[in-house]
């Protein structure tokens, strides 16, 4: 079955304590990226990658970090969380060729919490 | 600049009835791609379509179609019959050369029985 996973689906953490979400596809598919959703604010891009080694900073990249060792996996790294971190973030891949059949796979979200 | 503006903050129609989600988009690059998602009451985020700027025919999809309108740089969304489970917020996006995506603030549909 197609799908992106990602984990933790909730975590509550406190200020400054490194955290990773991971996520991972099963539909080698190339681009992959971290979004997070705020009341308001709506979606945001945080950082993508069009293929392994290759990432890219998305709107709201401050206070982030990723990598893409392996195509399938595309990590979210919060070195020093903060409140203003708390969100709920969702992970998406897509094959990235561009075409109108592109389907874009979502993550089933990740609540987070910093306190 | 790049900017993607969905103008309807909350609609609410009743079933049956067919709806709008209007989509107003910016952009400098002559290539780019347009989105609509959907997110029900349940949270997860469902993609629906994918549009590539060189493309300008409409979509139907069921009881739903898209009109993507360069002349008036706008890609807005109908649902024709709503129905209860069209219930959600619908996102509009914009992906440019980049491969980067901007978002609109989202329209939350209600259609009541």
């Known amino acids: 079955e197609a799908q992106v996973t990602q984990n933790p689906r909730y975590l509550i953490t406190v200020t400054g304590k490194k955290l990773t979400v991971t996520c991972s596809q099963n539909?080698?598919?190339?681009?992959m990226s971290w979004y997070r959703q705020d009341p308001g604010l709506g979606l945001r891009q945080i950082y993508y990658s069009m293929n392994v080694e290759v990432t890219d900073k998305g709107d709201v990249p401050e206070g982030y970090k990723v990598s893409r060792k392996e195509k399938r996996n595309f990590p979210l790294i919060l070195e020093s969380p903060s409140p203003n971190q708390t969100s709920l973030y969702f992970c998406?891949?897509?094959?990235?060729?561009?075409?109108?059949?592109?389907?874009?796979?979502f993550g089933p979200g990740t609540r987070l919490t910093v306190l | 600049a790049q900017k993607v503006t969905q103008a309807q903050t909350e609609i609410s129609v009743v079933e049956k009835e067919d709806v709008t989600l209007d989509c107003v988009y910016e952009?400098?690059?002559?290539?780019?791609?347009l989105f609509w998602y959907k997110q029900p009451p349940s949270g997860e985020l469902v993609f629906l379509i994918r549009r590539n700027s060189f493309d300008e025919q409409n979509e139907i999809s069921g009881r739903y179609s898209w009109n993507f309108q360069k002349s008036t740089s706008s890609f807005n969304f109908t649902i024709t019959a709503s129905q209860v489970v069209d219930s959600a917020v619908y996102f509009c996006?914009?992906?440019?050369?980049?491969?980067?995506?901007?978002f609109g603030k989202g329209t939350r549909l209600h259609i009541l029985p």
């Open positions: 952009t400098r690059d002559t290539t780019y791609y």
């Open positions: 539909m080698n598919h190339e681009y």
């Open positions: 996006a914009l992906m440019n050369r980049d491969d980067k995506i901007i």
């Open positions: 998406a891949s897509s094959l990235g060729t561009g075409g109108n059949t592109d389907t874009q796979y």
